[in-house]
Every structure is written in C-alpha cells, then in structure tokens.
C-alpha cells in the first residue's frame, strides 16, 4: 500500500510537471523566429538610415559655409 | 525640418516594407514559396534604377537646351546613384533564381538585356572620364544618355516581352501585374518601390551636393 500511494503520487508529479511549462518569451520564438529575422533586418535598416542621415548632415554643413562664403 | 518631409515618408515606407514584407500574408506557390517575398525588395532596386535614369535623362535634355553645366553635373550624379541599384537589383535577382531557377545566371533575355544595361551606363562614366572639355564632355554624354535611355527600355522592357523569358509577366508567363498580384502584396509592393525610390533620390541629393563642393573646391584652385 505504501508503494502505491508513493508511486501514485510520483505519477500526479510526474503529469503535473508536464502540463505546466515554465513561463518563456515565446513571442521571439514563434513562427519559427521569423520575428527574429524581422529584428535582424530592421536594425540594419534603421542603422544605415540613420547613417545616411548623418552623411546628409555633414555634406549639406559643408555646402552651406562654401555657399556663405 | 519641414523641408525633408519626403526623407521621414520614406524611411517610414520602408520601415513598413520590411516589417510587412516579412509577416504579411503571401500566396502559397510551387518552387516560389517564401520566396514570393522577394518582389518586395529585388523589382523596387530597379524601379529606382529606372526613375533614377530618368531623372539624368531630363537633365541631359535640359543640359543641351541650356548649355548650363550644372544640368550636366544632376544628369551624371543620377546615373552613378541609378548603377548601384542596378547593380543591388542583379545581385538580389541572382540569389532569388539560384534557388527557384536553378541557377546563378541564365541566357535569359531580361538577364542579359539588364546586364547589357548596366554595361552601357557604364560605359556613359567612362565616356565622360575620357574627355578634357567640359562642355564638350556634357553634350556628347547627354546625347550617349538619350541613346542610352531608349536601348534599355527597348532591353529590359520590350525584347523580354516579345521572346520567351522567365520573368513573370514576359513570353507568356503569368505576371505579377493587373490579374496576378494579390491584393495583399499591392499593399506592401506599392509603398516598398515608393519607399526605394525617395531614398535613391535622397543618395542622390546627397551626390549633388558633394559634386556642387568638388565643383567648388576646383574653382578655388584655379582661380
């Protein structure tokens, strides 16, 4: 009888550990990762803009003291 | 601020692109695939590639109206920023049909016909590179640049239509045009070419302000 109680209860723990999976970001996960990629791609996007942006900055700077001049 | 409204439209056209390139829904195709996706961001290289062309092909006019070398320097810039996206578009275009078509390269029309269009304007910078004058070197390009402008439309936009070619929409394949392309895609393949082209014409604000320096820097020297 103590055998079985012990082993029924190894059995409800055993089940219960199963059903429950701890609480994961899954967001970044789904869909095979594709969100991932999604990341990767704008944040070299963004990245070169931003350069580009930068690069305007500067060459217009430039322009405008030769123009003044 | 107010003045590089259209720059903010078009990062965010493009921010939109890439985000909904990847999760909208596509129609599920043989061979294609995910790889239907591609539309997206391999056609809009060489819609600005064309506009781009464009663009110098009306400063050519404009240069041999006027004589105005400044049109001459807008009509060059645009070609060197319309060549790199040429050149983005053959790139994308062989990886997409390695692994639908097969292949890295093949013999067809649209192919070579793009390729030989980006030899011609290459041809255009090395033309203007092999001349002293100036204005001599704007006349005989603008004049090239017409010819130019006609042979590739005649390349990439005639010839593919009138052989057999692999590109959809040419020699009796399916296109992605009017029937075909999905309500979906329009949603996103519209704003991406628009999106491509604002920053092609932002690159190439950004040349002409780097010629309008060098110009500068030459008149300094030689005065």
Known sequence: MKYLTSLFFLLIVSIASAQSEPEMADAMRANGKIYVVLGVALIAMVGLITYLAILDKKVSKIKQSLEEK | ?223
């Not at chain 2, 909208?24 to 790889?35: D, G, Q």
């Not at chain 2, 809009?44 to 110098?56: G, K, V, Y």
Request: hydrophobic share 50%.
């Open chain 2, 1 to 223: 601020m107010l003045k590089n409204w259209w720059k903010f439209l078009g990062v965010l056209l493009l921010a939109y692109t890439v985000y909904a390139g990847f999760m909208s829904e596509v129609p599920r195709m043989a061979i294609l695939n995910e790889t239907i996706r591609n539309l997206y961001f391999h056609v809009p290289m060489w819609f600005t590639m064309f506009t781009l062309f464009a663009i110098s092909l009306y400063h050519s006019f404009k240069f041999l109206a006027t004589n105005n070398i400044q049109y001459d320097s807008k009509a060059k810039e645009a070609i060197n920023t319309g060549i790199v996206f040429g050149i983005l578009g053959i790139i994308t275009g062989s990886l997409w049909a390695k692994y639908t078509w097969g292949t890295w390269w093949t013999g067809d029309v649209k192919l070579n016909g793009s390729a030989i269009t980006m030899l011609m304007y290459a041809a255009y910078i090395i033309l203007r590179n092999s001349m002293d004058d100036e204005y001599k070197t704007g006349r005989i390009a603008a004049v090239y640049n017409i010819f130019a402008f006609v042979f590739m439309i005649v390349f990439i936009g005639v010839l593919p239509r009138m052989t057999d070619s692999l590109h959809p929409g040419n020699g009796g394949n399916p296109a992605f045009g009017n029937y075909d392309l999905d309500n979906n895609m329009k949603l996103v393949f519209y704003p991406a070419v628009v999106g491509w082209i604002i920053i092609g014409l932002w690159i190439y604000q950004i040349k002409n302000k780097i010629a309008f320096i060098k110009t500068h820097q030459q008149n300094e020297i030689s005065n």
